[in-house]
């Protein structure tokens, strides 16, 4: 360097600074070496571009197929396709077991509801008004048939009677009447009312009939009459039947005693209509 502060090269003037001395070169400004450096931030020291992000991240993740053996993850996926195929006859299975749960109640339902109509019990439509006031025309009432299997039987019974080939009876309909006179009786129909003779006894007493209605009279017909049915003695297995409504009722003062064969069932309830809904007896 020369005094005159030029050298040799084109007269240009350098400038001379010490090795303390920086530029940061956006302003111009001058630092001095007692300035601390400028700390950057942690997380500016890993992040950058997101091409250079994946570019870093493109050497460091690995997928699973790369970790796990092939012959590992191939018998995994069969063991998992088995087992969903095992599942779906299974559910089928389920959906048929329901199925026939279902049939088996349905079945068993059927079969207790016709045991009960063939032995137990039954329901029966009222056809005419011989029973009236008790039961009149249209009435439905149930009947019980387990009395027809022991013949426990008793006076005023309400029950139903077959009266197919016995003379004086042409309906193809069962009878509905009243239980008067029991095996063994005398019944006899005089003046108005009925009059019964115990077995073992020689003595007569008027029925009391408080069913009936205050005016009605239990009078006999010409037929029956010429059949001996105003007083007769009843056999072993003989009942002696009579309609509420005297007036009306084709019964055995026409058609004579009915056997204990033909008696099908005692009516124990009227069901409908609703209004005459009740016990029968």
Request: with cysteine.
């Amino acid at each position: 360097m020369k005094e005159n502060g030029f050298d040799d090269f084109g007269g240009e003037e350098i400038t001379e600074f010490t090795p303390t001395e920086f530029s940061y070169g956006d302003d111009g400004k001058t630092a001095s070496s007692s300035a601390a450096p400028e700390e950057m931030p942690v997380e500016s020291l890993f992040t950058g571009s997101d091409d250079t992000k994946a570019a870093s991240s493109f050497g460091t993740e690995t997928s699973a197929s790369d970790t796990i053996p092939e012959e590992f993850m191939e018998s995994a996926f069969k063991a998992k396709e088995s087992e969903d195929n095992t599942d779906k006859p299974s559910d089928k299975k389920e959906v048929i077991k329901e199925i026939m749960s279902w049939v088996r109640t349905i079945a068993v339902g059927v079969l207790v509801g016709v045991l009960l109509v063939v032995f137990v019990i039954q329901r029966d439509n009222v056809y005419g008004d011989s029973m009236w006031p008790t039961l009149n025309n249209g009435d439905a009432v149930f009947t019980q048939k387990i009395a027809t299997y022991f013949h426990n039987y008793k006076r005023g019974d309400i029950v139903i009677l077959d009266g197919h080939d016995m003379e004086g009876y042409d309906r193809e309909e069962y009878l509905i009447k009243r239980i008067i006179g029991l095996p063994g009786e005398t019944v006899r129909i005089a003046d108005g009312h009925v009059y019964i003779k115990p077995v073992d006894s020689e003595e007569f007493f008027m029925l009391e009939e408080p069913y009936l209605t205050e005016e009605v009279e239990t009078l006999m017909m010409n037929v029956g009459i010429e059949h001996g049915y105003d007083e007769i003695t009843l056999g072993e297995n003989e009942y002696y039947c009579l309609g509420d409504n005297r007036s009306v009722s084709k019964d055995s003062r026409v058609l004579g005693p009915f056997t204990e064969d033909r008696i099908k069932g005692i009516a124990i309830i009227c069901v409908y209509p609703f209004d005459h809904f009740g016990l029968l007896g």
